[in-house]
């Protein structure tokens, strides 16, 4: 019921995509939780796949994706970790095009990148592409993750950042964790200032 609601919903946005280039294949799409459901939108029929809670809401969540063409592995870094990335690796080697991951998700903190997606990359071998999306007329909820909800008929703008490499990530976890999320922000900065004029997120003290 959610998937068709929100293949309903995406036919009434106006799509933009700013990105540098092509998307490597594979790679991991690393977007903040509050930021998720516009870059999902725009992935819809792509074949990506994503990770989603073993709670009642990840399986909420899980067959929405399934609706719009995507795919849900059930885990999270709390429970099912292992067991979820040994089903994306699988996924890409069977030809996935990328994986999308909240890095700060499930509960948050609110954009603290968690350790799980550049230990993905490295085991898997794939860069991380910093992804977001704003819009022209949104909601924002009273969530931990203050998420961003277009309304109907508005201009999205999804983007998609320059990718980062492994080997380019600082050896020390919290150092290559702290790089993503600077490039999530600056894109999801950007992207809300050239449309809107104004971040809709306030920044993130260290």
């Known amino acids: 019921m959610l998937g068709a609601a929100l293949r309903v919903y995406r036919r009434f946005l106006r799509w933009q995509v ?14 903040w939780h509050g930021r998720l459901l516009g870059v999902l939108l725009h992935q819809t029929g792509s074949g990506m796949v994503t990770m989603a809670s073993l709670s009642t809401d990840g399986a909420l969540a899980a067959g929405a994706v399934a609706a719009l063409g995507c795919r849900a592995v ?27 991951l909240t890095v700060d998700g499930p509960k948050g903190p609110w954009r603290k990148v968690k350790p799980g997606v550049v230990a993905a990359a490295r085991w898997l071998g794939v860069p991380i592409v910093p992804a977001s999306f704003t819009a022209s007329r949104v909601r924002l ?17 999804v983007g998609y950042g320059p990718p980062l490499f492994p080997g380019d990530l600082p050896e020390d976890m919290e150092a290559a964790c702290q790089k993503v999320g600077e490039a999530i922000d600056a894109l999801t900065s950007r992207l809300d200032r050239e449309l809107l004029g104004v971040a809709l997120w306030p920044e993130v003290t260290p």
């Open 74 to 100: 059930r885990g999270s870094a709390s429970r099912g970790g292992s067991q979820a990335l040994r089903a994306l690796k699988r996924a890409l080697q069977a030809g996935a095009p990328l994986a999308g």
């Open 141 to 157: 909820l009273a969530s931990w993750d203050r998420m961003v909800v277009p309304k109907v008929a508005a201009r999205v703008v």
């Open 18 to 31: 700013v990105t540098p280039g092509p998307l490597p294949q594979p790679c991991i799409l690393a977007v």
